[in-house]
């Protein structure tokens, strides 16, 4: 962990969508308007690994709206290449549509993933 992913990931946390959007990229605007608001720079699909949001080219944020399972695996595959890449990310689920799927995807990372790499999955 370091200072700035632990700076991004408070203002992750205390942010509220201003609305409950019907696409993920609606999510991931309001997401970005808010931490460019704590005036850190914001970018978007960037990197090998196309990150939803690159803040201050340091920290990853995939952003995701009501997965499906299929959706929970390729998000698995996306923070696996962006821990390979960053060693962090942040990974915000909204409109989580089923408890035992968000659950058992974040069991997956506890037994593959965060034995090596630091995530953070905020519920929104």
């Known amino acids: 962990r370091n200072a700035k992913f632990e700076a991004v990931l408070q203002s992750v946390r205390a942010w509220t969508p201003s609305e409950r959007f019907r696409t993920e990229e609606g999510y991931q605007e309001n997401l970005r308007a808010h931490i460019e608001r704590a005036n850190y720079r914001v970018r978007t699909q960037r990197g090998d690994s196309l990150i939803d949001l690159f803040v201050d080219d340091e920290v990853a944020v995939e952003v995701k709206k009501a997965p499906s399972l299929a959706e929970y695996d390729r998000l698995f595959g996306q923070i696996a ?44």
């Open 81 to 124: 290449r962006h821990c390979d890449q960053f060693g962090h990310v942040i990974a915000v689920i909204c409109d989580v549509s089923t408890a035992d799927g968000f659950n058992d995807f974040n069991a997956r990372l506890d037994k593959w993933l965060r034995p090596n790499a630091v995530i953070e999955v905020i519920q929104k």
